[in-house]
């Protein structure tokens, strides 16, 4: 008899699918089952830990805490703070997707719809409005003695936005109002209960005392009241270039490199903070380590700094703005009595994004962000590196000197920057120039680090002869170029590997000669 | 030919013109006024506001920043005039409204106006009390805060009066407040006698509801405690009750119920004994078992942290001085009793009997059984028990016995 014959395959098959089909059936129950499960855990009732991330962070104040009725204690300060904080959130958010999301968390339910109205009407007449408020000033009036409700005046509430119709822009406005606040403690939320409008109070004149060593007076910067020629260099650490501050840190050989910038006559640096590299709004307590010491060591050797923040950071929208200034906040205010920061550039060649990014979104933000600064460390000078003279005009009057970068032919070193000493009235520094010393395929063979020598030797001509300030792009060549830079192609990225004076080997190049003057 | 060729061309000039025309007169900076010089309005009654210019196209956008909202307005340039309906939602809230003016992306004037509440419409009032509940005394208060409104729900404006009452017994209180910062409140502080306390506002013609907050006693002062029993015997059988006098707060006030009271015993040889009970009416009952053999209690009342009481003493006399016992079945059966109680009555079941046997004075084991009718039996099994000879004691009721040493036989 044949074992193997119809019968049997079939009996097998029978079995074999039978099987399958249970096993099936089985992983189906057990994930219905599974399903029927899972759910919101009870707990969440409680809205006893909202988990939150840092999406909105104006500057905020409590001007004072005293009120008629009960004490305010620290912990629901914050949690007040912050719910309150989260109101204005999620109002901006609706305002800007005509969305009501959210609202029913922080506003209570007569209260909220007021704000549905408004969701409904902007919908209607396809209006979106971009808001971000920049200052918060409460000043605690009442809390009441079983700490259900509180009202604070939020004075001088300033709020930047951007108004849209039909997808078009129409304006951008700042205002500046006080509001009444009312907010009731509802099942774990501190929600809005009334809010009121109202005319904005007497802004108090600053009263800091500024400490500064840097100072300026018409076109010339000051040192200790001394006249001050910058002639400086952009400066990485050869092995870490875009990324002074990353693993490889190392105070010796920072110390080394000060020493050589030292001998050559130069007496200022130019240094980058990476928004992210620092950690956005939350700065990393490392980072500021490892600056800390990069100044002292500055410092120590004599060096003014010129730090230059915000590198690599490209979004300019409102959303982000209250944590770009936190980030800035907490570096500036760190540093504002430390000797060697001669000036903090704002950011790196920002026209840049004029293109992608809107001039007008662009030329804002930097504009709130001076007031930033400056709020913060008064004793500081404040530039922005503009790529171009042309564009260097930007926001001249808010600047305590203007720096520009200088990548065109020669001939018109003299022009450009005389055209903006005299238009701008303020001291100018030629922040970057420079030519790659490299020769290869990519370039048609052009470069060489003899030609680069005699670039260099002609600019210090220059600058010696009008007593110009200046900043060379850069001390090293450096062996690797992150894409973010210059580009992923070799022809972009080769290039931008050869600028420095001293080779990636360590050796001084022909133009080490005309370093300075 | 010609002439087809111009009417093909001519309208795309005509259109070019115009084009060029309009975006010249766009253009020039057009002055506008405002007409309108009313700067406050009531709530919920129409607001426009009115711009002249020279120009008879131009036509700004009107932008508003309102307390609850953002918007923007459109009109048409009627002969060079411009009216700017403000819409419903925004007319009803109060607060200051900036108002914007934009041609071409350019603010061209800006300034505001005021909304206030209406006070023509019927207030509402909105009260918070709180905390609910509070103890006896004068330092403890409830907060009442009342939110008058106008009925967009609007607060009134600063210095509307409100009147605050309260009522407690025979007392009732009328207070004046104004308004501040949306609301008046007051602290209406508590009494020395517990009770319910009735609150209430009114502002303008609307009254409030209703709002009760209990008045607690406050913790209890010290206190007394006495016990009662059927009878001054240990009989391991009978119960103890202990009794606190009425506990009071320093105003005299009762307790509330349910106060809970430890009774804390000590036993002659310092053993710690506990029970408890919660107050009724300030009174809290604990109940004790009676011990089975002569002891002192002393007993002492706590209201946890609070209060207590004075410690009272319980004497406890013997059931019995002496019992009977007797040896059968060759010394392997120990018969105890019939154990007889005060009135030489059976004692109740239950009570323990302690045999101690003992090998050459020394202890080998010990065996309790409880009486049945009076009476305990022991039996030692001659697997267990192989020595020669055993002496016992025997103790019940808080009495000992010592027996004479027994022989035993052995295989």
Redesign the interface.
């Known amino acids: 008899m044949k074992l193997i014959n119809n019968r049997n395959i079939f009996k097998a098959a029978f079995i074999l699918s039978f099987i399958v089909i249970s096993v099936f059936t089985m992983l189906g129950l057990a994930r219905i089952l599974d399903y029927l499960n899972t759910g919101a855990d009870r707990t969440s009732m409680l809205h006893l830990e909202t988990e939150s991330e840092d999406v909105y962070l104006p500057h905020v104040n409590w001007t004072s805490l005293e009120n008629p009725?009960r004490e305010m204690e620290k912990n629901t300060l914050g949690k007040l703070e912050r719910d309150y904080l989260f109101s204005w959130y999620v109002k901006n958010t609706a305002?800007k997707t005509n969305n009501s999301e959210g609202i029913d968390d922080y506003y209570t339910a007569?209260?909220r719809l007021?704000?549905y109205?408004?969701?409904k009407?902007?919908r209607e007449?396809q209006?979106t409005?971009e808001?971000t408020t920049i200052k918060h000033s409460p000043d605690l009036?009442?809390y009441?003695?079983?700490g259900?409700?509180v009202?604070f005046?939020d004075k001088n509430v300033i709020?930047y936005?951007k108004?849209y119709?039909n997808k078009e822009?129409?304006?951008t406005?700042q205002?500046t109002?006080t509001?009444?606040v009312?907010m009731?403690l509802e099942d774990g939320f501190w929600r809005v209960?009334?809010?009121?409008?109202?005319?904005p109070e007497v802004f108090v004149a600053d009263t800091t005392k500024t400490n500064q060593i840097y100072t300026v007076k018409g076109n010339q910067i000051f040192q200790n009241k001394v006249p001050y020629t910058i002639k400086g260099i952009n400066y990485y650490p050869k092995n870490s270039a875009w990324d002074t501050f990353g693993e490889l840190f190392n105070k010796d050989t920072i110390a080394a490199d000060f020493e050589i910038i030292k001998k050559a006559k130069l007496n200022t640096i130019r240094i980058f903070i990476q928004y992210g590299d620092f950690g956005k709004a939350k700065i990393i307590p490392e980072k500021m380590k490892k600056l800390k010491t990069f100044l002292d060591l500055a410092e120590a050797k004599d060096l003014a700094v010129v730090v230059t923040l915000f590198d690599f950071y490209s979004d300019y929208s409102l959303d982000n703005w209250t944590l770009t200034h936190r980030h800035a906040e907490q570096i500036v205010s760190t540093f504002k009595d430390h000797k060697a920061i001669l000036a903090w550039d704002m950011k790196n060649e920002p026209n840049l994004d004029f293109e992608n990014r809107g001039k007008e979104n662009v030329l804002s933000w930097l504009d709130h962000m001076e007031t930033v600064i400056k709020e913060n460390d008064p004793n500081h000078l404040v530039t922005i590196g503009w790529s171009n003279s042309v564009e260097a005009t930007n926001l001249a009057y808010k600047m305590d000197f203007i720096s520009y970068h200088f990548y065109n032919d020669i001939i018109h070193l003299e022009y450009e920057t005389n055209q903006l000493l005299k238009s701008t009235k303020k001291p100018v520094v030629i922040q970057e120039f420079g030519v790659p010393s490299y020769g290869g395929m990519w370039n048609f063979w052009e470069g060489s680090i003899e030609k680069q020598a005699t670039y260099h030797q002609k600019m210090q001509a220059y600058f010696k002869k009008n007593n110009y300030s200046f900043m060379s792009w850069t001390l090293y060549d450096f062996p690797h170029v992150p894409d973010q830079v210059a580009g992923k192609w070799p022809w972009q990225k080769n290039r931008q590997t050869k600028f420095g004076f001293i080779d990636d080997k360590g050796v001084n190049k022909p133009a080490f000669k005309y370093i300075s003057n | 030919m010609i002439k087809k060729a111009l009417y093909s061309v001519l309208p795309v000039l005509f259109l070019f013109l115009f084009v060029f025309a309009a975006s010249k007169i766009d253009d020039e900076r057009t002055s506008f006024r405002l007409q309108t010089t009313q700067d406050s309005f009531v709530a919920g009654k129409p607001i426009a506001l009115t711009f002249s210019t020279p120009s008879l196209s131009a036509n700004p956008q009107l932008f508003l920043i309102h307390t609850y909202g953002k918007t923007v307005l459109n009109t048409e340039n009627n002969n060079g005039k411009l009216v700017y309906k403000i819409p419903a939602i925004y007319r009803s809230k109060t607060g200051v409204v900036s108002w914007y003016l934009i041609q071409n992306q350019e603010k061209i004037m800006s300034g505001n106006f005021k909304i206030v509440p209406n006070d023509a419409t019927p207030t509402i009032l909105e009260n918070y009390l709180g905390p609910p509940s509070l103890l006896t005394g004068t330092e403890h208060f409830t907060m009442m805060v009342a939110i008058p409104t106008d009925s967009y729900d609007n607060p009134k404006q600063d210095n509307t009066t409100v009147v605050i009452k309260d009522q407690f017994l025979e007392d009732i209180t009328t207070t004046e407040r104004k308004t501040d910062y949306f609301i008046a409140w007051k602290n209406i502080y508590s009494r020395t006698k517990s009770g319910k306390m009735l609150i209430s506002t009114a502002c303008n013609a609307t009254d409030s509801k209703e709002f009760e907050t209990e008045i607690q006693p406050s913790p209890g002062e010290d206190f007394k405690i006495s016990f009662s029993r059927p009878h001054k015997f240990a009989d391991g059988n009978q119960i103890t009750t202990l009794e606190t006098s009425t506990i009071l707060d320093k105003y005299g006030n009762i307790v509330g119920d349910g106060t809970l009271v430890t009774f804390q015993v000590t036993t002659q040889n310092n053993i710690l004994l506990k029970t408890y009970a919660a107050t009724i009416n300030g009174i809290a009952i604990g109940q004790l078992l009676h011990p089975d053999h002569k002891d002192t209690y002393t007993v002492k009342g706590y209201v946890t942290g609070i209060a207590e009481s004075k410690p009272v003493r319980i004497d406890y006399n013997p059931l019995i001085d002496h019992f009977t016992y007797k040896f059968t079945e060759k010394n392997r059966q120990i018969t105890v009793g019939p154990l007889r109680s005060f009135m030489k009555q059976i004692v109740p079941d239950g009570i323990k009997v302690e045999l101690k046997i003992l090998y050459k004075k020394e202890l080998i084991e010990t065996k309790i059984i409880e009486t049945q009718k009076g009476i305990a039996t022991f039996y030692l099994l001659p697997p267990f028990y192989k020595k020669s000879e055993y002496q016992f004691e025997i103790t019940t009721l808080g009495v000992t016995q010592k027996t004479e040493i027994k022989k035993y036989e052995t295989n």
């Not at chain 1, 209960?193 to 005319?199: P, V």
């Open positions: 009725a305002l007569n209260t007021n704000l109205r408004t969701i009407y902007n007449h209006i409005i808001n009036e009442f009441s003695e079983d259900q409700l009202v005046t709020e936005q108004v119709q822009l129409i304006t406005v205002d109002a509001y009444k009312m009731l209960r009334h809010f009121l409008k109202m005319q």
